[in-house]
């Protein structure tokens, strides 16, 4: 199983830019997509998660400005980022428990993409 995220840049305070991730493999099913965020010198911190039926979670210093979504049946998900402010500014990356069938046995298993650089300019 593979992510990949894309839609990264540099955009100015205010605007919007939109990240994408698309799981690849041999995928049974994605249970929940969770978009992180690492800015330099702090911790990973969750953005937001969307399970499969799209029920969504947002950290405090997003709501409002920040919306998930995600495809099934294209195994991708979104970030749709407007407002942006300049502590909005880190590496995003997706990360989603994917349900992976061999035969007749299924496993969950924790997946990361390679992170998209988002940078919002004062």
């Known amino acids: 199983v593979q992510l990949v995220g894309s839609g990264g840049g540099l955009v100015p305070a205010g605007g919007s830019l939109r990240l994408a991730c698309a799981a690849s493999g041999n995928i049974f099913s994605i249970h929940i997509w969770d978009w992180f965020r690492q800015a330099p010198g702090k911790r990973r911190e969750l953005v937001a998660n969307?399970?499969?039926?799209?029920?969504?979670n947002y950290a405090d210093s997003v709501k409002g400005r920040f919306t998930a979504s995600r495809d099934n049946a294209r195994n991708m998900v979104y970030l749709q980022m407007n407002s942006l402010k300049p502590e909005d500014t880190a590496v995003y990356y997706c990360n989603a428990d994917v349900a992976v069938r061999n035969q007749k046995v299924v496993t969950v298993d924790d997946y990361w993409g390679q992170g998209t650089q988002v940078t919002v300019s004062s």
């Open positions: 969307i399970t499969y039926n799209s029920i969504r």
